[in-house]
């Protein structure tokens, strides 16, 4: 079942920026934290960046720290992640999730958004 929605993804030349955003499908309470993941073609999925309920971020991966910045809007549930510099290696389907506990799995997730990057 799809609990959280993305949207924002989209075919960009390399250079190019795109901002992902990620909302609820229906209405959900008390998340710990929420995190973009990305899966490229034939890889596995991996953590992009997690951000907390207070807006504090926590991780970046670090082979987009410097381009990529996660934030959080409490007014609208919403959040975000902005992607500057786009590279093709960037090329993915992007994953918004969401987890209730510190140490508990991401249990709440997407259904993605593709972003292509061409060279």
């Known amino acids: 079942q799809v609990q959280l929605v993305e949207s924002g993804g989209g075919f960009v030349q390399a250079g190019d920026s795109l901002k992902l955003s990620c909302a609820p499908s229906?209405?959900?309470?008390?998340?710990?934290?929420t995190a973009w993941f990305r899966q490229a073609p034939g890889k596995e999925r991996v953590i992009l960046a997690q951000?907390?309920?207070?807006?504090?971020?926590?991780y970046f991966l670090d082979s987009v720290k410097g381009r990529f910045t996660i934030s959080k809007d409490n007014a609208n549930n919403t959040v975000c992640l902005q992607m500057n510099s786009l590279k093709p290696e960037d090329t993915a389907v992007y994953y918004c999730?969401?987890?209730?506990?510190?140490?508990?799995?991401?249990?709440?997730w997407g259904q993605g958004t593709q972003v292509t990057v061409s060279s």
């Open positions: 999730a969401a987890k209730i506990t510190p140490v508990g799995s991401y249990n709440y």
């Open positions: 951000i907390r309920s207070t807006g504090t971020t926590t």
């Open positions: 229906s209405r959900t309470f008390s998340m710990y934290a």
